[in-house]
């Protein structure tokens, strides 16, 4: 029971446009989102957040938009550059006992070639 | 330190074999995560403490699992009588609590043979 789903297991960009990262999930109690980035051997790095009350937050490069309707959410990367090239885990929570359990999707390999 | 430490960061062991892995947390992080990645899978949570109470266990995936934070810092998981399906990434996070960002260890890449 996958309640949180990232369909495309990788994509490829060119440097300098727009990188689009999609996520899907199933349980409306989760409120919070987020995004983080993983480089081979290392651990995940938080990327950018959002609450079930925003539709959109940008930080940078980096924007996340999230539809509560379809309970889809994207990361939108512009304009994409060779470092970004990673794994993007998209994550979804609800806050219990204190503290926020993530519920990660599989992730989506991002390649940008020069 | 400056970051979330794990030792080892790799660790062959044969089957049968118990393990212990170690997380050194962010000094004053009071939530800790534990987390075990499959290949070519996402983060899957373990179990979670709050200083040194375990408050959430529900994702240890058999009784041969056991963490522990003794005091509320360092944390340790252990699997004992290891099979080959333990084989994944063992990932570490804290985080002062609450909303606050998780920090991730780099993880401890387990091989049982």
């Known amino acids: 029971d996958q309640q949180v789903k990232q369909n495309s297991p990788s994509l490829s960009v060119q440097e300098g446009r727009i990188s689009i990262l999609n996520c899907d999930y199933t349980?409306?109690?989760?409120?919070?989102f987020l995004w983080y980035k993983k480089y081979p051997a290392e651990g995940p790095t938080f990327l950018i957040s959002?609450?079930?009350?925003?539709d959109k937050n940008e930080d940078g490069r980096f924007t996340v938009f999230l539809n509560k309707s379809a309970k889809h959410l994207s990361l939108h990367i512009v304009p994409s550059q060779p470092g970004d090239s990673a794994v993007y885990f998209c994550?979804?929570?609800?806050?219990?006992?204190?503290?926020?359990?993530?519920?990660f999707g599989q992730g989506t390999r991002l390649t940008i070639n020069p | 330190g400056a970051g979330v430490s794990q030792s080892p960061r790799y660790k062959v062991a044969k089957r049968g074999q118990d393990v212990a892995l170690r997380c050194d947390p962010i000094s004053g992080h009071v939530s800790l995560f534990w987390y075990q990645q499959a290949l070519g899978q996402g983060p899957e949570f373990l179990t979670y403490f709050q200083n040194e109470a375990q408050l959430d266990k529900s994702g240890l995936p058999s009784d041969r699992f056991f963490a522990e934070r003794p005091e509320g810092s360092v944390s340790t998981l252990k699997i004992q009588r290891t099979q080959q399906e333990d084989s994944a990434v063992y990932l570490c996070?804290?985080?002062?609590?609450?909303?606050?960002?998780?920090?991730f260890g780099p993880g401890t890449r387990l091989l049982v043979l």
């Open positions: 349980n409306s109690m989760f409120d919070y």
């Open positions: 994550a979804a929570s609800v806050l219990n006992q204190g503290a926020q359990k993530l519920v």
């Open positions: 959002i609450s079930s009350i925003k």
């Open positions: 996070a804290s985080l002062r609590g609450g909303r606050e960002t998780q920090y």
